[in-house]
């Protein structure tokens, strides 16, 4: 900024954001690599600029496994715009693939909090195809879910969005070639309820009337919240959560004593905002 | 220069009454104050309406229209503060208000029994408790948004002491920083966009000044919710939203979220949109440029430079269809702008003031 760094001077007494990211939560310095990044940061010429991103491609570790979580440890404990938007450049300029980025950071969503699903969503969205008309395209993490994800990735994904979240989670499963019926039955419990917040998003039905106007979309939010799948509960719950008015659907009591931790989370949240 | 010289007459009209308005005590008769943001004002500060605006339909005192089914997603945040100094030590002041859409509260959150009881739109005499001010809490109920007074007056011998005027909002201005610009108390010098929405909440606007993060790379998010809410509910209708670097991005995103679900939204305009070196913001590591106008705004606002090794060849760029015609302003073809790079362009006086004079000529209170 034109200035010197005059804010780090000052006494803050308040910074409204998104919730920021416990430093104990990223990934731990890697001092040759953050030494790698403050050369970048610092680099008076062009020239001493190539030598500092010439020694990160050289230490960036099989597939950038080693770089991509300092970057992002980086990105997280920046104090200004420049050095929060070097980990796109590196990204950018050492042609770092998708799948690097998705593998280096995907594991970290196992116990992640609220803050830290958000902040690596913040990266990952890069290869999301996030749209307002169309969602999220979460195709990328194909061969990922077919391995069988984290509980907190399954639950980065829902809450990013809902409907796309669940069909992925529903094509990564091995179904039964010859038994189609869960399959279908997943897949028309979505539609019924993508029709529903359809309706609602472009003014079809008011949010007072979402239920009674949707009951088919009612009915499978309840057939999901028992459902066998731990991931098609949470799917339920999400889409309560975003959409109070269809939170009636849901038996939020028996969901607070769920056996996965990650729906016990959800409805005690949704049980205690009621 | 035309602009520069509209721009010198409104400082001139107004900023001597917004200078060190927060200074001084408050003056004997009523004193407003601009809208709070949730449980205070933050990111914004406790801010007077001046004295000699307090009357101003548009630089005067605004007001949220307190809409029926308004969610009020930073809390119930839509009453004005009002401070109303004895303004005689032993005279009996009563308040009167033109409508019944006018509600007064001892308590800022409206605790049973705290409303002020009006009859034919005069209230009981105030009681001060032997204090020299009493705070009081203003709040518009009527959905209609129109001018709106509250006066102070003496009975015996019968006095006008002070007057407001309150406007209720009707536009509701969107700033947004570039990454890890979070708006703070006190702000950021370097922050240019949000010295941009610090002026135009001393000027009279709604203003949310807000984390890019907090738009979603599909629009989604705490902004849009707040938006929406404000069409929905509380009267607004024309929509000023701006940014720089990712904020840029978002501001394209967030606008078409807006244009893309306004079916289900209401009825709304984008009456003036910016972009600061707009870079995409599909993600926080996006370093793509930002060079699509956002869809359905009526005017765009365009600044941009060209990177160099100095900002890791980070920038904007032309944006057709925004103004200065025919792709925005390039400001290193500008003698204050050479040299610029990414990182300190949203900082040039001229690029805010070029902001602020166009989104107020747009944008309504």
């Known amino acids: ?53 010439e020694f990160l491609r050289a230490n960036a570790g099989a597939a950038h496994a080693r770089l991509v979580p300092q970057l992002f440890r980086l990105a997280q404990l920046a104090t200004d715009t420049r050095e929060a938007m070097l980990e796109g450049v590196v990204l950018a300029e050492l042609q770092v693939p998708a799948d690097d980025v998705i593998h280096a950071l995907v594991p970290l969503f196992d116990g992640a909090d609220a803050a830290l699903r958000a902040a690596l969503g913040g990266v990952l969205s890069e290869y999301e195809e996030r749209s307002g008309e169309h969602g999220a395209d979460f195709s990328v993490y194909r061969a990922l879910l077919a391995a069988g994800p984290s509980d907190g990735f399954v639950r980065y994904l829902l809450e990013t969005d809902p409907g796309a979240g669940f069909l992925a989670l529903t094509r990564a499963v091995h179904w039964d070639p010859a038994d189609p019926r869960e399959l279908r039955a997943l897949l028309w419990a979505e539609h019924a309820v993508a029709d529903a917040l359809w309706k609602r998003s472009h003014g079809f039905v008011s949010a007072d009337q979402l239920a009674r106007a949707t009951p088919e979309a009612v009915t499978q939010l309840g057939v999901l919240a028992r459902h066998p799948r731990w991931w098609a509960r949470l799917y339920a719950l999400q889409v309560a959560a975003d959409e109070a008015g269809l ?16 729906v016990r989370e959800l409805a005690a949240s949704l049980r205690s905002a009621r | 220069m035309r602009r520069f010289a509209t721009l010198a007459c409104l400082v001139l009209l107004v900023g001597g009454a917004l200078a060190a308005q927060n200074g001084r005590p408050a003056p004997q008769g009523l004193s407003a104050y601009r809208p709070q943001h949730g449980a205070a004002y933050f990111p914004f500060t406790r801010t007077r309406v001046p004295e000699a605006l307090e009357e101003d339909p548009a630089f005067g005192p605004g007001m949220r229209v307190n809409g029926a089914g308004e969610l009020d997603p930073a809390g119930e945040d839509d009453l004005i503060e009002l401070v ?4 005689f030590q032993n005279a009996t002041l009563v308040l009167e208000r033109s409508g019944g859409e ?3 509260w001892r308590t800022r959150n409206k605790q049973a029994g705290s ?7 005069r209230s009981a005499p105030l009681d001060f408790a032997g204090a020299d001010a009493l705070t009081l809490w203003v709040e518009r109920t009527a959905v209609t948004p129109m001018l709106d007074s509250l006066s102070l007056r003496a009975l015996e011998p019968d006095a006008l002491v002070d007057r407001l005027v309150f406007h209720a909002f009707q536009g509701l201005v969107v700033a947004l920083g570039g990454e890890s610009q979070v708006p703070q ?8 966009t949000f010295l941009v929405a610090i002026e135009l909440y001393e000027r009279g606007y709604d203003v949310l000044m807000r984390d890019e993060d907090e738009v979603a790379a599909s629009g989604a998010g705490p902004v849009y919710t707040e938006v929406v809410n404000a069409i929905q509910h509380r009267g607004v209708g024309e929509l000023g939203i701006f940014g720089y670097s990712h904020g840029g991005g978002s501001t394209y995103d967030l606008c078409d979220r807006l244009n893309t679900l306004r079916g289900g939204i209401g009825t709304f305009a984008i009456q003036c949109s910016s972009y600061v070196d707009g870079v995409q913001n599909d993600s926080d590591v996006d370093v793509d440029m930002e060079l699509r106008k956002p869809p359905s705004s009526a005017h765009h606002v365009n600044h941009f430079q060209h990177g160099t090794f100095a900002d890791f060849f980070l920038d904007g760029g032309a944006v057709p269809g925004s103004v200065p015609a025919p792709n925005g302003l390039d400001v290193e073809t500008i003698f204050w702008g050479v040299g610029a790079t990414h990182f300190v362009v949203d900082d040039f006086a001229q690029v805010r003031d070029y ?6 000529a747009r944008v309504g209170r």
């Open chain 2, 102 to 104: 006018l509600a007064v």
């Open chain 2, 115 to 121: 409303a002020l009881t009006f009859t034919a739109n």
């Open chain 2, 355 to 360: 902001i602020l004079t166009d989104l107020e």
């Open chain 1, 247 to 262: 939170r009636s659907a849901l038996p939020l009591e028996l969901l607070a004593h769920d056996e996965n931790a990650q």
């Open chain 2, 185 to 192: 108390v006190p702000v950021d010098p370097n922050h240019g």
């Open chain 2, 84 to 87: 109303v100094g004895r303004a």
């Open chain 1, 1 to 53: 900024m034109i200035a010197t760094r005059i804010a780090a001077l000052l006494l803050l007494t308040g910074i409204a954001s998104a919730q920021k990211v416990a430093p104990e939560k990223l990934p731990a310095a890697d001092a040759t690599l953050q030494a790698g990044l403050q050369r970048l940061l610092d680099a008076p010429s062009a020239a001493e600029q190539r030598q500092a991103f």
